[in-house]
């Protein structure tokens, strides 16, 4: 269980190759010596290094496979770990390509699966193992990009903004069963998912996101923005007119 300290025993990453999820780890790691990480990712290169790498760190980290469309096997995966899961970071998805994804069926098929059908089933199954548990935290990495979709990745925005709205709710149901649910909205966040993309204004990093991400599962929080200042610039974007915000540079 979490210690009075705020601190997790076992972490759960799915979509454990993650930069955010491999940051909140390596955070944990530093705080909680011995720390124990299951990281669920498709086999390959990139999840034998974030192995290496959180192993490194002085995790005892076990992965095992898992794929974000493959919704079928979400149950089975969650329910064939054997400890108790302290945090689950829910970390897969896609950007894909922002035109493509709107004259593209097969693009928007992709984005939609992975981002918001993946992530509903992943949550309904870690529901159902809070609930068995008696306790348990899940933190949803959702996207300031779900608070309003523009024109120029509206397709994303919509998967993120399902996906935002199942994990608020699954934090109502679960809060009075033991479980707590935590929705991440980072702005622009330095990552491979964005290389090569020009960097939008209030920018962070993974390990921005990873401490403010570990100070609001400490305090209780169920919702925040990464920095906190993007609260206060998306509150104004959700109230201006369609007229004006279509006129912006975004």
């Avoid at 940051?23 to 999840?47: D, F, K, M, N, S």
Wanted: net charge negative; aromatic share 4%.
């Amino acid at each position: 269980m979490i210690n009075a300290l705020g601190n997790p025993q076992h972490v759960l990453l799915l979509g454990g190759t993650s930069d955010i999820a491999l940051a909140i780890a390596r955070r944990y790691a530093g705080l909680a010596p011995g720390l124990r990480v299951t990281l669920a990712a498709r086999p390959g290169e990139r999840r034998d290094a974030a192995v290496t790498e959180l192993t490194a760190a002085g995790c005892v980290v076990e992965a095992v496979d898992f794929d974000a469309v493959d919704t079928a096997a979400h149950r089975a995966i969650v329910e064939s770990i054997e400890d108790d899961i302290d945090i689950a970071v829910v970390a897969f998805g896609l950007l894909g390509d922002p035109e493509q994804a709107w004259t593209d069926v097969d693009a928007a098929r992709e984005l939609a699966e992975v981002n918001y059908v993946g992530a509903v089933t992943a949550g309904v199954a870690l529901g159902a193992r809070i609930r068995t548990q008696g306790h348990g935290v899940i933190v949803a990495l959702s996207s300031v990009a779900g608070e309003r979709p523009r024109r120029s990745n509206f397709v994303y925005g919509s998967t993120k903004a399902g996906m935002d709205a199942f994990y608020t709710g699954l934090g109502e149901a679960l809060r009075e069963l033991g479980g707590h649910v935590l929705v991440v909205r980072p702005g622009f966040v330095h990552s491979k998912m964005t290389t090569g993309l020009e960097a939008a204004p209030l920018a962070t990093t993974p390990e921005g996101v990873a401490e403010a991400v570990v100070e609001a599962v400490r305090d209780g929080k169920e919702q925040i923005w990464v920095p906190g200042t993007m609260r206060v610039v998306m509150s104004g974007l959700r109230h201006l007119p369609r007229t004006v915000f279509r006129r912006l540079p975004i």
